[in-house]
């Protein structure tokens, strides 16, 4: 996967700058006008300086979208023991799946009140080493990233539950887990107390057995590792089920 430079928005910029033009015709005839009828032509000076914002702006925009940098090449792959980036003229870097510290994803909708959008992003975080964004820039983002968080939590899962097994506490974000139980902080609860873990709405819900609402809720997106998270937890409620 590769990232693309983005695509001019053609729609946008040619509404704007016809709307530039109409004015400015509009603005030179009563200019015209006046001055034969009145011998002045500044009166339609107003509707002159009300043509110039849109084709200003249109001018602005094409100068800052011809001379801005543009982004290095840049192409991300994964394989079944890893994820690799190479920068054009630059170096590569490739991490095993035991190097890579998190992989966390964040889709987020943004509304208007009449349309919508969602954004993607992305985010590898190495043991060491700079970071691995990615964003919508990259074709196929979406399925590059459900595809790499599949085999990099079907590689994470045995060595996360193996820490588990040794009594180790694993860190996911801002909640932890170890074999007793879930926790924030100093608040914590035993698994046999975990009704069960939800996500849905962008939340994910920790529930407790008896309450209505939710123990702890958090946010989905920038949740660190959370496939891996939601399999192991499943895996330790099951086990005090039991």
Not at 31 to 56: F, K
Not at 194 to 199: K, L, N
């Amino acid at each position: 996967m590769q990232n693309e430079p983005k695509r001019f928005p053609w729609g946008g910029v040619l509404s704007i700058g016809a709307l530039g033009v109409f004015l400015g015709w509009l603005a030179l005839s009563y200019a015209i006008e006046d001055q034969r009828e009145e011998g002045a032509w500044y009166y339609s000076l107003p509707l002159l300086v009300l043509a110039a914002i849109p084709l200003g702006f249109v001018g602005y925009f094409l100068f800052t979208w011809l001379f801005r940098p543009r982004p290095p090449q840049t192409w991300v792959a994964w394989h079944e023991h890893g994820a690799l980036r190479h920068i054009d003229r630059g170096d590569t870097q490739a991490y095993t799946w035991d190097e890579i510290a998190s992989v966390t994803r964040q889709d987020i909708q943004v509304t208007n009140g009449v349309t919508s959008a969602t954004t993607h992003r992305l985010t590898i975080r190495p043991e060491q080493g700079p970071e691995i964004v990615l964003g919508d820039e990259y074709s196929g983002m979406v399925p590059f990233a459900e595809g790499l968080g599949d085999a990099f939590s079907r590689a994470r899962v045995p060595r996360d539950a193996a820490r588990l097994e040794a009594g180790e506490r694993i860190g996911f974000g801002v909640v932890d887990i170890d074999i007793s139980g879930i926790g924030q902080g100093d608040r914590r609860i035993g698994w046999p107390e975990v009704e069960r873990i939800d996500v849905k709405q962008g939340r994910v819900e920790i529930r407790r057995r008896g309450d209505r609402k939710p123990w702890l809720t958090l946010p989905a997106p920038g949740f660190p590792n959370l496939t891996v998270f939601l399999t192991l937890t499943d895996a330790l409620r099951r086990q005090h089920e039991s």
